[in-house]
């Protein structure tokens, strides 16, 4: 009878992995907080222990992580989230976009905006106001929104296009509006439309009043590296200039192509 070979053991952790991936999961619920936190706050959201999450805040401190407010005791975020943060901009140089922006945002009456997937969100890394935008929700541009119902978002799962598996990690989606996307298969088929359209739609669907088209900045394989956009208050006037608005954030994306997009043709 053959011998049949033990399984490959399974890979070994580096040491001290779980305690990086601690600290990373305390500063990712500072960031969703809506103010500072406790340390009992933070431990009873990670499930972890309090003396544990103590250590870490206070380590994270050191570094300029994480601050913490002496009057309250409870932790933010520190300056030097700040400078990761222009680090990211310079590095990727999103800086080189803001032209673009200001030109989309004149020429369209709306918020001109650039972002990136953060996992199961979109991150705006640079936005410009329309110059005469009310001071409202309906015209701003939040600093991440959900893939699923965002134009964004839309525009950057739609190239090349997401698997199955990614869809249903997404799950349960949120519904914000009653216009907004709430399942998979109506997800799966809003894709496909956008990649046959060339551009990504959310009317309605994050904001009762908000309209926002998007549209990808594609890497060297074809999938999204960036994605542009404009977002305008709904109305019957906006809506029915959705197609020229469209093709002005098309030629757009064009045109920063070179200048973000790492080994693309022309680029940097």
């Known amino acids: 009878m053959a ?3 033990a399984p490959d053991p399974a890979p070994s952790r580096p040491a001290g ?11 990712q619920c500072l960031r969703t907080a809506p103010g500072p936190v406790g340390v009992s706050d933070i431990a009873r959201s990670l499930g972890l222990n309090v003396s544990s999450v103590y250590r870490m805040a206070r380590a994270l401190e050191k570094a300029g992580f994480l601050e913490q407010d002496l009057a309250t005791r409870r932790y933010r975020l520190g300056s030097a989230i700040a400078g990761l943060n222009r680090v990211l901009h310079h590095q990727r140089r999103f800086d080189l976009a803001r032209p673009e922006l200001q030109r989309l945002a004149r020429e369209t009456s709306g918020s001109a905006a650039l972002a990136l997937r953060d996992r199961n969100e979109v991150l705006v890394v640079s936005d410009l106001p329309a110059a005469e935008a009310p001071d409202d929700w309906s015209t701003r541009v939040a600093n991440s929104v959900p893939l699923h119902a965002s134009a964004f978002g839309k525009a950057l799962l739609a190239w090349p296009g997401a698997t199955e598996a990614e869809l249903e990690s997404l799950t349960p989606l949120e519904q914000f509006t009653e216009r907004t996307i709430n399942s998979t298969e109506r997800l799966r088929d809003e894709l496909e439309a956008t990649r046959e359209r060339g ?15 998007a549209v990808p900045i594609l890497n060297q394989d074809g999938g999204s590296y960036l994605a542009l956009g404009v977002g305008t208050t709904w109305s019957r006037a906006t809506a029915a200039r959705l197609r020229t608005v469209a093709r002005q954030v098309q030629d757009g994306a064009r045109r920063l192509r070179p200048l973000l997009v790492p080994d693309s043709p022309g680029g940097w």
């Open 199 to 213: 551009y990504a739609v959310s009317n309605r669907e994050l904001y009762p009043l908000q309209l926002t088209v």
């Open 17 to 27: 992995a779980q305690t990086v991936e601690r600290a990373f999961e305390v500063l």
């Open 3 to 5: 011998r049949q070979d």
